[in-house]
Structures are given as C-alpha cells and as structure tokens.
T-cell receptor, first 116, second 114 residues
C-alpha cells in the first residue's frame, strides 16, 4: 500500500538557519503531495501542495518540489523563525477509498524547534 | 469564524462511558472524515462520509461509530470508551469538485480515557 516516510525529529535550529525536512513516498499511480503543519495546541493546517511531477508548492517562505524520479517531496525554508516551531506532516493523496475517493496517507510527523 | 469546528476541544472521561465528538463545517463540502492522531503514528482514518447517506469504515473503525446528521455535521461516538482510545481526534472535509480533493482539518479534540 501507499506509505510516506519522513525524517525523525526533533529538528532543532537556530533562527535564520536553513531548513530541510526530508519526505519520501511509495505509491502506485500519480498521487498529490502535501505538507501540513501543526502549531502547538492547534489542528493541522495545509501548508502547501503539489499535484504532479516537477510542480513546486510554496507558502509562507516554505517550498517543496514533487520529484517523481526520487519519489520525494522535501520541505525547505531558507531562513526559519521561532514562530515556525511546529510539527510538520508530509502526506500523499491517491485513489484508495470505497466510492472512488482519495485516501490521505500521512507520515509520522517531524517536530521543528527554532531557538533564538 | 473557523470553517471546521469541533466540540468539545478537550474531554476527560472514564472507561465504559459513551462519548460523542461533534464536527461542523461551513465550507459546503460533501466529504467529511474522522481521524485519530497518536504520538509517532501520524494520523489514521477512522470513518468517512461522501454525503449524508454514505458512511464508510476507515482503517481503524473498531470501537467507533459515526452519524452524518446533515451535510455540515458529522459526529463520532465511542460507545464504551477504553484507555487506548486516548488520542487527539480530528475532523476533516474535502470537495473533489475543486481540484485535488484537498482535506481541511478542524482544531482537534483531545480525549483522555481514564
């Protein structure tokens, strides 16, 4: 079945450092790929998405490129802030639900801590 | 106002009690989902509904039931709560007619079963 693997955390960075959170996936067909973010005490928010190979999703300074050849969707940000501290989830969406709907498969999440 | 709301936000209950978690949405989406989040396991799908008359089990439906009262309301029930149902529960909605069937999540309900 479909699966998503992302790097374990916590990842601890100093403010203004460069961020990479690795995400690789296994899927049949052509999934859409997502990054969700969960700030402390809050729900999941959609951060960015990409729907086909070579698409780049971007939002709030974060970006990720859908790489079909390496089955990856790594999250990057050039200069992190303390306010970026959160748990980041990589996910893929592909057909897999009864009735023809897309099933969303999540990675286990990566906690990011940004310090001054 | 939030597009997807969940009540209660926090709940502590005892083993054997019946609990209902509620989800409401103003996004006008037909599809609604219930997930649970456990540390180190990501999110797992409990139940989903594509319209008011459609209910389907997800990967971990045992011990849970749902009710889709209206397009905008989707409730999750634990008939007899047990401690390993302690988790963070999320409701989500989506609309496949708007492209990629992207799911949008509520703020979550933290449930503790003693």
């Amino acid at each position: 079945g479909d699966s998503v693997t992302q790097m374990e955390g916590p990842v601890t960075l100093s403010e203004e450092a460069f961020l990479t959170i690795n995400c690789t996936y296994t899927a049949t067909g052509y999934p859409s790929l997502f990054w969700y973010v969960q700030y402390p005490g809050e729900g999941l928010q959609l951060l960015l998405k990409a729907t086909k190979a070579d698409d780049k999703g971007s939002n709030k300074g974060f970006e990720a490129t859908y790489r079909k050849e390496t089955t990856s969707f790594h999250l990057e940000k050039g200069s992190v802030q303390v306010s970026d501290s959160a748990v980041y989830f990589c996910a893929l969406s592909a057909l897999g639900l009864t009735g023809g709907g897309n099933k969303l498969t999540f990675g286990t999440g990566t906690q990011l801590k940004v310090e001054l | 106002d939030a597009d997807v709301t969940q009540t209660p936000r926090n709940r502590i209950t005892k083993t054997g009690k019946r609990i209902m978690l509620e989800c409401s949405q103003t996004k006008g989406h037909d599809r609604m989902y219930w997930y649970r989040q456990d540390p180190g396991l990501g999110l797992r799908l409990i139940y989903y509904s594509f319209d008011v008359k459609d209910i389907n089990k997800g990967e971990i439906s045992d011990g849970y039931s749902v009710s889709r009262q209206a397009q905008a309301k989707f409730s999750l029930s634990l008939e007899s709560a047990i401690p390993n149902q302690t988790a963070l529960y999320f409701c989500a909605t989506s609309d496949p007619q708007r492209g990629t069937d992207t799911q949008y999540f509520g703020p979550g309900t933290r449930l503790t079963v003693l």
